[in-house]
């Protein structure tokens, strides 16, 4: 049986985004442990359609594929 991963890492997020945003859209696919958002401001300031990335433990497993199917 493959391992079951309780993490997704989710890229080219838009720099408009907050993080609160962000949180209450995921968790429509099951309960977050976390959300690790990290800004980098100066790289922002130099390219104002810099991205953002995250990474989003949920809380168990099955909420992974929920993501996968609906995402």
Request: hydrophobic residues 40%; contains cysteine; proline residues 11%.
């Amino acid at each position: 049986m493959p391992p079951r991963t309780t993490r997704i890492f989710v890229a080219r997020i838009p720099p408009s985004v907050s993080e609160a945003q962000f949180k209450g859209y995921f968790e429509g696919f099951g309960k977050l442990q976390d959300a690790y958002m990290p800004r980098d401001h100066a790289k922002q300031v130099r390219d104002s359609r810099a991205s953002l990335c995250a990474l989003l433990p949920f809380a168990g497993p099955a909420c992974v594929p929920c993501f996968l199917e609906r995402g």
